[in-house]
Each structure stands twice: as C-alpha cells, then as structure tokens.
C-alpha cells in the first residue's frame, strides 16, 4: 500500500466487497462447532486497453475451497458453477455468419454473482 496507485488498489477492493454485500452473496452466520472457517484471498489485476493503457483496477475476493473435505463441508450435488460452452459458442458464430448477423461483446461485471441455480 506504499505505491503511487495505493488508493486505486483500495477502491478496487471497495467496489468488490460492495458487489457482495449488495447482491447477498453470503450470509453471516453462527460456524457450527469442529468446523473452521474456509479462508480466502485477494487476487488484483489490472484491465488494460487495446494500447496497454490501463483501463480499470480489478480486484477479486477468492474463497480458498481446495481446503474443504467432500461430504463433510459440502455435498457434490448442491455446488453450482455456470460455465461456457464452447459447443454454444460454435452455434452463435456460425449463425451469425449464415445470417450476416452482426455480433457485439460485452463485459458484464460480476455476472457470476447473479447465477441463478436450477
């Protein structure tokens, strides 16, 4: 926290820790007794424009879940992780270019917090 760009850093982490409040990413309650509490980290990065300018400070809280035990700390079944498709992806383009469609990106931030589970 000693660099020039310090307090850029912290908003960083700021905008992070709001984006979780704000969509309920988790909750606070009681650890049950013989459990630890899964630690976490921070991992920040910077998002840069096509000229190596930097376009924003990034940081990400990360939950450090390799330290959990299956069936103890959860159960297979009740994990949830919306991912890419590649095969989706093919079909996009390729409709798209039968279509003389034209297609935009976009950079949705924080989607997976909204991840609904089916």
């Not at 007794?33 to 920040?44: L, R, S």
């Not at 990065?45 to 330290?67: M, N, P, Q, V």
């Not at 890419?84 to 270019?97: D, E, K, M, N, W």
């Amino acid at each position: 926290m000693k660099r020039s760009d310090a307090h850029q850093w912290q908003e960083a982490a700021n905008t992070e820790m709001n984006i979780h409040f704000e969509n309920g990413t988790w909750d606070y309650v009681e650890l049950p007794p013989g459990t630890k509490v899964i630690g976490c980290k921070w991992v920040f990065y910077l998002k840069r424009h096509a000229d190596g300018s930097i376009e924003w400070y990034k940081g990400c809280i990360i939950a450090k879940g390799f330290t959990q035990h299956p069936g103890f700390e959860y159960m297979e079944d009740s994990t949830f992780s919306p991912v890419y498709r590649p095969a989706l992806l093919h079909l996009i383009l390729a409709l798209a270019v039968r279509n003389n469609l034209h297609l935009w990106s976009i950079d949705i931030s924080h989607a997976f917090l909204l991840g609904k589970e089916l």
